[in-house]
């Protein structure tokens, strides 16, 4: 059994957390956190060992025990997931070297943070063993767990995408309230495309970047030059067999990120949580060697499937990545609840949501 710490307790590390937890491989060693806010009420709530990031008196005058400082709990861990805002792992680093602690870092840091930048489905087998990892970004995930499988069927020559990106996560107060459209970064490439060939080093991408007013969803307008000429039908089918990727089907009569949200919601899953890109299947659309589809993605759930393949790939419990993924599939529910492309039925085992 796998002790997995997760050192901050927010969008992303309450959700890894609850999906450590769900794995038969691993356990929660504990969970740290800096502020004694209502999260770290609900890491409490949820029977996670807390630990204080900075001064444990806080945690102590808001009536919320501590089991120690995060230096207990990373030398408690065999993996650490730093999940603290931008930046912060960074500043990190050097504590999990300390103590000779594998760790994974997100997608808010920059690249030369850890060994590798890691996704699944792209590059499992580069961080196989490695010492740190770095779980791209929630558009570049979508972006790569999309690319992987079409590159390796049609060969791609180049790829443009427009990334229509949510304004804040539901709780992101600070970033409003907002009512605007930016082209956001208004300089060509945007960020994105750069951080994909961190996962495909020779991928020729352009991306841009806009922010909207919405909080539910990213937004993706793909285009990609193939170097071969397929039918659209054919990409469909492509796309379909990939269990981290769902073609909604026409029929559900889902017209945007909205009723994606309220369908998962219904499904019953966790926070309403969509790990899966969406891509609507109607949209997929080969004109000669050209490719266009739209896609949304989970922004505050894409990322946690790829940290639980990163702490099996660093920690080498696992032989390969088909093998993680499906673990890591069947432990949250992947693709469970949802009616698949072409009316295959809906999964219905029951859903495993921490
Ligand atoms: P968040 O602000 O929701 O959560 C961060 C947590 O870390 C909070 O609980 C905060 O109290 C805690 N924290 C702050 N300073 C700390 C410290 N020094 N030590 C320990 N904990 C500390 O942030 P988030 O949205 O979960 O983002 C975390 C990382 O994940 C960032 O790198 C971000 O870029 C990346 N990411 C975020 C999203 C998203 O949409 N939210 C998607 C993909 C990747």
Redesign the pocket.
Known sequence: MLHVGI???????KRVADAVRAQPDMTVAGV????PNF?ATIATDRGYDLYA?GDRDPFEDAGIPTAGT?HDLVAASDVVVD????G??AENASLYADHDTPAIF????AADVADVSFNARANYDTAVGVRSVRVV??NTTGLSRLFAPIEEAYGIEKARVTLVRRGG?PGDSSRGPINDTLPDPVEIPSHHGPDVQTVFPDLDIDTMGMKVPTTQMHTHSVNVTLASEPTSDAVRDLLSRESRLFLIPESLGIDGTGKIKEYTRDAGRSRGDVWENCIWAESVTVQGRDLYLFQAIH??AD?VPENIDAVRALSRRTASAEQSIARTNEALGIGRGLVQHEGTPARVDGLADD
């Open positions: 050192n901050g307790f927010g969008t992303i590390g740290a956190k800096r502020s999260e990031a995060v999940a603290t805002p931008s912060v792992g997100q997608g808010g840091e970004s929630c996560d922004q505050e990322v």
